[in-house]
């Protein structure tokens, strides 16, 4: 294996992300060596502060991959802290069952954790923004008034005491020792995920979300998962927190607790794992720093969020982000290399032509698209022009699935398109871009350009999340193909350059490179020379000229009348939803329909 393919193959177990670049592994030992040291240099006191902020980092750990990757806003989360307290205290006490060791009933608690993970999460596939938040504190009141009523079994609000670990875990250091190394645990694991392919559509999720279906990620399937995973270890962390308490009653699991778990990923930032870690650590030394203000600390947790918005908004991981600081090159030109194209092209006998069949389409009252019917044959560069609002776009969105036609066919190679299902377009070979570029401004290009490529990773959930050798192939391809993507498209230097840094023209090329990763059949293009200057539309009609003659069909829908008649073989005109005209450049040229509605002249 070459260097550069051992640094890839790398990448899943690096992938500890601050600002959208993996970051050094040294800052992570850093801290955990640290926290190795604090029984040797601090009173028993200390160590049991250090061993709480270990127990938040558990579950911290998995939920930054909920509220900072994928965005969503889980408040409540203290509820499965509570659920894993309790169900490892009445299993290892035998309130209900003979008692258990304390290890299995830390296992049932990850258990019940990952059930619960899902239950919670389940209203995020429906619900947005406050809405999901409001639901996950109403989770975690439920879960505290069953414990409160539920006193032949959790003690309701007298409580009852916490499991006790076996040797060499009872003593405060022993103990302290096993938290840490759950947490370094718990951190890697989660790094893994982060930075693998699951990790980039969490943030796609969470940021392009309409990209994220194009390429071909399902929603409900990945949150599910990563549900499961962040309450399986809120679970097991509420057995930790339960023994370092050695006694718990409901007015252990405040609302200030869950409140520091959510703050603690928002002045960390977003999308990082180191933040969130540093601010875990900050958030739970502040009330012993601040021990008069201890009644404050909802205050203070206020405070600090305040201030990070109005400061820092990109939270700790901004500020340590030094290398998307750093100036970028004036006057950059786009030059694709079009010889690199022959590696992304369709495979030999799977070109297939798209025919699009007396599609209609409504709106209420408005028919956006009146009976159309066009086809695109594989190495065929097809125009679709009209007026504003003649319904080109609409087209796009009924082909790539995002619209379900009232009436019509709509088939690639023979087979038909399932209707209003964008997320199956790419497994059929169909991708696209947008009239506004659809990228995660946050991640780097490199990401950004991998995404498209996700289906195509073969490494399941489980096996990225312990980083097995599968991961470690998965990362490599998706690297090579998106470095290949980028050289096709002259973009492979800004690679590493964070993509809300680049200019619009830039943005449209790696919608194209992105759109190539996973080596389309067909390939829709919606405006793509949108705010390009004059070289950069040659540059395009020649990018897009060569990815027709490896063989993909391309429908193209463009204002640019010359770039249009330059490079395409056949061109449909749309005019009110209905097609007005089809032909050769040449003959649409002097068709008078046409230059009447749409040319002019």
Not at 417 to 430: F, K, M, S, Y
Request: aromatic share 8%; proline share 5%.
């Amino acid at each position: 294996m070459s260097a550069d393919g051992a640094q890839a193959g790398l990448e899943p177990l690096s992938a500890l992300k601050v600002g959208g670049a993996n970051a050094s592994v040294v800052p992570f030992l850093a801290i955990f060596a640290l926290a190795a040291a604090v029984p040797f240099i601090g009173n028993d006191y200390w160590v049991l502060i250090a061993t709480r902020a270990a127990v938040y980092w558990v579950l911290v750990s998995g939920l930054t991959l909920v509220i900072g990757y994928a965005g969503q806003l889980a408040i409540g989360y203290v509820a499965l802290l509570t659920l894993g307290a309790y169900v490892t205290s009445v299993l290892a006490a035998g309130n209900v069952l003979p008692p258990i060791p304390v290890f299995a009933a830390l296992a049932l608690a990850g258990l019940v954790g990952a059930v619960a993970g899902v239950i919670v999460g389940l209203p995020a596939l429906r619900l947005r923004t406050f809405y999901f938040a409001m639901t996950t504190l109403g989770f975690a009141t439920i879960v505290t008034q069953i414990a409160l009523a539920w006193q032949s079994v959790t003690g309701g609000g007298i409580g009852l005491s916490g499991p006790e670990m076996p040797a060499p875990f009872n003593t405060t250091r022993g103990f302290f020792f096993f938290c840490l190394a759950a947490a370094a645990m718990c951190t890697w694991m989660s790094s893994n995920i982060a930075g693998s392919r699951y990790g980039r559509s969490l943030v796609a999720i969470r940021d392009a979300d309409v990209a994220a279906e194009a390429v071909g990620i399902s929603k409900p399937g990945l949150l599910t998962k990563v549900f499961i995973f962040c309450g399986a270890l809120a679970g097991i962390a509420g057995g930790l927190f339960a023994s370092l308490q050695t006694y718990i009653t409901p007015d252990a699991f405040t609302f200030d607790l869950s409140l520091l778990f959510f703050i603690s990923i928002l002045i960390g930032g977003r999308g990082s794992i180191l933040g969130p870690l540093i601010g875990t650590i900050v958030l739970t030394l502040l009330p012993e720093i601040a021990a008069p203000l201890a009644a404050w600390s909802a205050f203070l947790y206020a405070a600090m969020l305040l201030a990070v918005v109005l400061l820092i908004p990109g939270g700790i991981a901004a500020l340590l982000d030094f290398k998307s600081r750093a100036p970028l090159e004036t006057g950059r030109t786009i030059a694709p290399r079009l010889d690199m194209l022959s590696a992304l092209a369709p495979a030999v006998g799977n070109q297939e032509t798209l025919s699009v069949r007396d599609v209609v389409l409504t709106f209420g009252a408005v028919r956006a698209i009146d009976g159309a019917s066009l086809d695109v044959a594989s190495g065929q560069i097809h125009g679709l022009i009209g007026p504003n609002g003649s319904g080109k776009t609409t087209i796009l969105n009924v082909i790539s699935g995002f619209y379900a036609p009232n009436s019509g066919d709509v088939q690639l190679g023979g087979v038909p398109l399932e209707a209003g299902d964008p997320v199956t377009r790419t497994r059929h070979g169909i991708a696209r871009t947008f009239q506004t570029p659809r990228i995660v401004g946050e991640a780097c290009v490199l990401d950004n350009v991998m995404l498209g490529g996700t289906i195509n990773g073969r490494a399941g959930f489980f096996a990225t999340l312990l980083s097995l050798p599968g991961s470690f192939r998965d990362e490599r391809m998706f690297r090579s193909q998106a470095l290949a993507a980028l050289a096709c498209v002259g973009l492979d230097g800004l690679a590493d350059v964070r993509a809300d840094r680049l200019q619009h023209s830039e943005l449209r090329f790696v919608e194209i490179a992105r759109a190539l990763m996973s080596r389309p059949k067909l390939l829709l293009l919606d405006e793509p020379a949108a705010g390009l200057s004059v070289h950069e539309i040659v540059h395009l009609g020649q990018l897009v000229k060569a990815i027709a003659a490896n063989g993909a069909a391309v429908l193209l829908v463009e204002h640019h009348a010359d770039l249009i008649f330059g490079i395409c073989a056949h061109v449909t005109v749309l005019n009110l939803g209905r097609v007005l005209a089809e032909g050769t450049p040449d003959q649409i040229r002097v068709n008078k329909e046409v230059v009447s509605a749409y040319l002019g002249g």
